[in-house]
Each structure stands twice: as structure tokens, then as C-alpha cells.
T-cell receptor, first 116, second 114 residues
């Protein structure tokens, strides 16, 4: 069965500093990996995805993520954090389930707090 | 382009009651999936509908059921509500056959069961 782990409940970073939000995964086949962001009392918004190809993926709002197959990781990064980046971040993986449909599995989420 | 809309945004029910939540998918999207997000947790997949049929289900009991209509909108029904059903229920739309595509989420329906 597929799974996603986000080992940090909370990440604190000062504005202007680089940030990393960690994610590791486990799937039986090729992973389809995603990052989503959730602001308070809102739904999830897509940030970026890895399907195949270049291991460094660039997404919305200056975020990027690095796919590492040997470490089964897909960490989210940004070179310079903004206070407005403060939100809940979810890593997700989609894998083929019984019946052929692709079921997404989300991590527990990491709360990113960017201090002014 | 019309985004995913959900209704109602908030509702309060008591144990044993039934609830229906509604979702309109993003224009052009033919697949709808539903998620339960408990406080402090990630979204948990409930089920997915394509062409008015359920084509994927997570670990939720049969009292969680759904419908998809010809216009691709969808309903989530929960019978015999329990206290643990209190959560944010999210609907997401996507295109069938696009397993590599992202999900587009609504803002959710927050259900409180007393």
C-alpha cells in the first residue's frame, strides 16, 4: 500500500531565509508526487508535481521540489521565504489501486510559519 | 473558468442524523472525489465518481455514499452520523485518465456532529 510521511508537524523559518518541508513516500510502482498548500479555512491548492523527467520540479509562488528516488523523498523548497508563505503544506502520492483507479494518499501536513 | 464550489459551508447535526453535502465540479472536469479532513490531519480519500459510477473507495463504511449527476456535480451522503464524523469535507474535481493531473479542490463543508 502507498504511504506518505511528513516528519515535521511544524517548520519555523525567518523571512528571507531558505525553507525546506520534508516528505518521504512509499509506493509499489512509479510515484506520481504532488505538493498542495492549504490556507486557514480554505481548500487545498496545487503547488507542483513530479511525474517523470528532471528531478527538480518548479511550481507556483517560487516553490520547487526535489525528487530523490534512492531516498524516496520529495522535499519542498523555496530559496527565500515570505511571511505570506505561512500555511499548511501537504505532500501527496497517487498510485494505481484495485480496479485501475488512481487513489491519492496525503501526508498529515506540515505547518510552515515564517517569522518577520 | 468556474472553480469547484461546495455547499453548505458550515452545518451542525446531531448523532444519528443524516447529512447531504453538494459539490459542483470545475468546468470541463468529469471526475469528482471526496475527502474527509479531521482537525490536524491530512485529507483522507472517501471515494471517487466517474460517469456517475463509483470507481474507487477508501476505508470508509457503507453509511458514506455518493452520487454523481450527468452534469458531473456530486453529492456526499452520510447516514447515522457519529461524533467522529465531525470534519471538513472536501470535494475535488479532475479529468479522467489524467492520473498525473492535479486535483482542484473546493473550500469544503465543515460538519459538526453534536
Amino acid at each position: 500500500a502507498q504511504s506518505v510521511a511528513q516528519p515535521e508537524d511544524q517548520v519555523n523559518v525567518a523571512e528571507g531565509n531558505p525553507l525546506t518541508v520534508k516528505c518521504t513516500y512509499s509506493v509499489s510502482g512509479n510515484p506520481y508526487l504532488f505538493w498542495y498548500v492549504q490556507y486557514p479555512n480554505r481548500g487545498l491548492q496545487f503547488l507542483l508535481k513530479y511525474i517523470t523527467g528532471d528531478n527538480l520540479v518548479k511550481g507556483s509562488y517560487g516553490f520547487e521540489a526535489e525528487f530523490n528516488k534512492s531516498q524516496t523523498s520529495f522535499h519542498l523548497k523555496k530559496p527565500s521565504a515570505l511571511v505570506s508563505d505561512s500555511a499548511l503544506y501537504f505532500c501527496a502520492v497517487r498510485d494505481k489501486a484495485k480496479g485501475g483507479s488512481y487513489i491519492p494518499t496525503f501526508g498529515r501536513g506540515t505547518s510552515l510559519i515564517v517569522h518577520p | 473558468e468556474t472553480g469547484v464550489t461546495q455547499s453548505p459551508t458550515h452545518l451542525i447535526k446531531t448523532r444519528g442524523q443524516q447529512v447531504t453535502l453538494r459539490c459542483s465540479s470545475q468546468s470541463g472536469h468529469n471526475t469528482v472525489s471526496w475527502y474527509q479532513q479531521a482537525l490536524g490531519q491530512g485529507p483522507q480519500f472517501i471515494f471517487q465518481y466517474y460517469r456517475e459510477e463509483e470507481n474507487g473507495r477508501g476505508n470508509f463504511p457503507p453509511r458514506f455514499s455518493g452520487l454523481q449527476f450527468p452534469n458531473y456535480s456530486s453529492e456526499l451522503n452520510v447516514n447515522a452520523l457519529e461524533l467522529d464524523d465531525s470534519a471538513l469535507y472536501l470535494c475535488a474535481s479532475s479529468l479522467a485518465g489524467r492520473e498525473t493531473g492535479e486535483l482542484f479542490f473546493g473550500e469544503g463543508s465543515r460538519l459538526t456532529v453534536l
